[in-house]
């Protein structure tokens, strides 16, 4: 259960972290994953129709991380459906590190880089619990 909440709370810290500063904020996230560009100090006007549309920035953000967790949807493929004493990592097809690396890559490109920080805390914490309740990072 405590896993859970942690997969609601980390990107909510990270993105209070991030948008404390929501200059910091835009520029690190925002204005990449909305494809806005900026200007000098200027912000093309698309930012701003956004803004209205998707509400606040940092809850687009926040949105684009929780979100992320659609990649339990693996968890289908496994039967039982859910067991809380199965590590994850490595066991299902999309929490393998070869996929893990491609996560990591995804930080790297602006466009994908709230999705890809996304995925790489939802296997950090995938991989903490394979420790908490297994003793193993990954099986
Ligand atoms: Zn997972």
Redesign the pocket.
């Known amino acids: 259960m405590l896993h859970l909440a942690l997969h609601f709370l980390v990107p909510a810290l990270l993105v209070g972290v991030l948008f404390r500063n929501q200059q910091l904020g835009d520029k690190v996230l925002g204005d990449k994953v909305l494809g806005d560009k900026v200007l000098g100090d200027k912000v093309l006007s698309h930012k701003v129709l956004s803004h209205k549309v998707l509400g606040a920035r940092w809850q687009v953000a926040y949105l684009i991380l929780i979100a992320t967790?659609v990649?339990?949807i693996d968890?289908l493929l496994a039967n039982p459906i859910y067991d809380p004493n199965r590590c994850?990592i490595g066991f299902?097809p999309l929490?393998q590190p070869g996929f893990i690396g491609l996560y990591l890559l995804l930080c790297f490109i602006p466009k994908t880089r709230l999705i890809g920080l996304g995925l790489t805390i939802?296997?950090l914490?995938?991989s903490i619990d394979c420790q908490v309740t297994n003793g193993i990072w990954i099986n």
Do not use: K, P, R, Y
């Open positions: 967790m990649v339990d968890h994850s299902h929490h939802h296997m914490l995938d």
